[in-house]
């Protein structure tokens, strides 16, 4: 999301224009995707919360000042929603009496399986800064502000 969004684009979302709003979904659906699915390793649940949070911003985007923080605003939509999504499973793991029981699974397929590994590795905040740095391409200073 390093790209900023067309600030025309957002006004007319914020007046009801659903194909505007279309278009400013489409040119950030894959940096949420792919930074959800970093933090959530599971697919499923990543897609789940970058569709909650298209509904959200959809329904707020009338309420967002600054037509020029499009993509920062959706991508703090997002990071609440992993928030949750992580303490589901927290609540899960706790109510399990086996304490065996995984976290839902990273994608079966061979590639990437590495990467995903290394980011289970790093705490939750760790991993939002890595998945916003390199998958969202955001600056330092701007990863400061969103999280």
Do not use: H
């Not at 303490?87 to 699974?105: C, G, M, N, V």
């Not at 994608?107 to 760790?126: C, K, Q, R, Y």
């Not at 740095?133 to 701007?142: D, S, V």
Request: proline share 1%; net charge negative.
């Amino acid at each position: 999301m390093k790209n900023k969004t067309d600030a025309s684009l957002v006004k007319k979302a914020k007046k009801g224009d659903t194909q505007a709003f279309a278009l400013l979904y489409k040119q950030v659906y894959e940096e949420l995707y792919y930074y959800s699915l970093a933090n959530l390793g599971n697919e499923d649940d990543a897609a789940d919360c970058v569709q909650d949070t298209a509904l959200d911003a959809f329904m707020g985007i009338s309420k967002l000042k600054d037509e020029n923080a499009f993509n920062g605003w959706i991508m703090k939509i997002l990071i609440t929603k992993i928030k949750l999504k992580q303490k589901e499973y927290i609540a899960y793991r706790e109510k399990q009496s086996d304490y065996d029981e995984e976290l839902p699974s990273y994608s079966n397929s061979f590639e990437g399986v590495e990467i995903m590994d290394a980011l289970a590795s790093l705490s939750d905040s760790e991993r939002q800064c890595v998945a916003l740095k390199f998958i969202g391409g955001y600056k330092g200073e701007e990863i400061t502000k969103l999280t």
